[in-house]
């Protein structure tokens, strides 16, 4: 797992939020920060799941919880995960009053319903 082209530990996170939420307006349920170029994606339980579609678009298979409390890994290459892994550049996580799912404000009040869909 703790290969160069997999983990950057420099790298800061691209942000709070997941990126492509943000531009388009949405929400998620947690995130997910990729460990080679600090992009910020929404997981797979989110409607877009946007971190396992930037797997897709750029082969980085590694990401880390951007949950505060979470220190795993996922590879997304192999299906495995890592309770621990290097230490990554601050932040660790979104702030802890940020809501999940979130945003404050974007989330729908029926989003339980609509991440079973």
Partial sequence: MTS????????????????????DG????HLRR????????????SPA???TAHFRETGHPVVRSFEP???WFWNFATSEM???GPELAPPVSH????PAPGPAGRVPEDWARVLKG
């Fill in 69 to 71: 409390g979470e220190e």
């Fill in 95 to 98: 702030p802890v009053d940020q």
């Fill in 82 to 84: 890592y309770e621990a």
């Fill in 26 to 29: 949405g929400w998620w349920f």
């Fill in 4 to 23: 160069d082209n997999m983990i950057d530990p420099a790298v800061p996170p691209s942000g709070m939020g997941c990126v492509e939420c943000d531009e």
């Fill in 49 to 51: 799941k946007h971190a």
């Fill in 34 to 45: 990729c460990a080679q170029c600090g992009h910020i994606g929404c997981c797979d339980s």
